[in-house]
């Protein structure tokens, strides 16, 4: 079975401050990878995702993520965060041609200090 | 397009009760899935349908929980009798079919509490 780990569970950032969020997952075939985020007071909703093509991927609000396969790495980047950017964020993976769940990593609260 | 909606948005009950939360998708959107948040924990899938059939409910941690999607709608998700260890945030989401390429519109979550 598929599994997310992300590396961690509490960052706390000044704004302008460089982002990277690591996350690996172990599955030996092929993925899907995501990254969600949740919002306080928000759902959860969708911040990029890969499916194949370019390993960079560009999503939301200036975020973007690397698919290393080698490394089984999915890292989330943002060059300068803003105080809006507080909010947890959560790596996931799908199997890719079976079926539809998600698996998700235990989150990452991001917390960016004005 | 209104989005993924869930009743209750909290929910406090006993140990020994009975819960019964609801889910109604997207509309139009065939697939319904199940995920639930222990807290501190990951994000952990519980079931999926494609309209009223259930896919995959591989995720469903005992006979206690009961998912039902009657008319391929709105779901609802029954834990009878709730034990302390099924607090946490159920979460509903929807996609519009089955294709890989899909994605997943989650709804806010029920904050599930049991005393």
């Known amino acids: 079975a598929q599994s997310v780990s992300q590396h961690n569970h509490h960052v706390i950032l000044s704004e302008a401050a460089s982002l990277e969020l690591g996350c690996n997952y172990s599955y030996g075939g092929t993925v899907n990878l995501f990254w969600y985020v949740q919002y306080p007071g928000q759902h959860l909703q969708l911040l990029l995702k890969y499916f194949s093509g370019d390993p960079l991927v560009k999503g939301i609000k200036g975020f973007e993520a690397e698919f290393i396969k080698s490394k089984f790495s999915f890292n989330l980047r943002k060059p300068s965060v803003q105080w809006s950017d507080t909010a947890e964020y959560f790596c996931?993976?799908?199997?890719?041609?079976?079926?539809?769940?998600?698996?998700f990593g235990t989150g990452t609260k991001l917390q960016v200090i004005p | 397009e209104a989005g993924v909606t869930q009743f209750p948005s909290h929910s406090v009950i006993e140990k020994g009760q009975t819960v019964t939360l609801r889910c109604d998708p997207i509309?139009?959107?065939?697939?319904l899935y199940w995920y639930r948040r222990v807290m501190g924990k990951e994000i952990k899938f519980l079931l999926h349908f494609v309209k009223e059939s259930k896919q995959d409910e591989s995720g469903m941690p005992n006979n206690r929980f009961l998912a039902e999607r009657t008319g391929g709608t709105y779901s609802t998700l029954k834990v009878q009798p709730a034990e302390l260890e099924d607090s946490g945030v159920y979460f509903c989401?929807?996609?519009?079919?089955?294709?890989?390429?899909?994605?997943?519109?989650f709804g806010p979550g029920t904050r599930l509490t049991v005393l």
């Open positions: 996931a993976v799908r199997v890719s041609g079976g079926y539809q769940k998600v698996t």
């Open positions: 509309s139009g959107h065939d697939n």
């Open positions: 989401a929807s996609s519009q079919s089955s294709s890989s390429y899909n994605e997943q519109f």
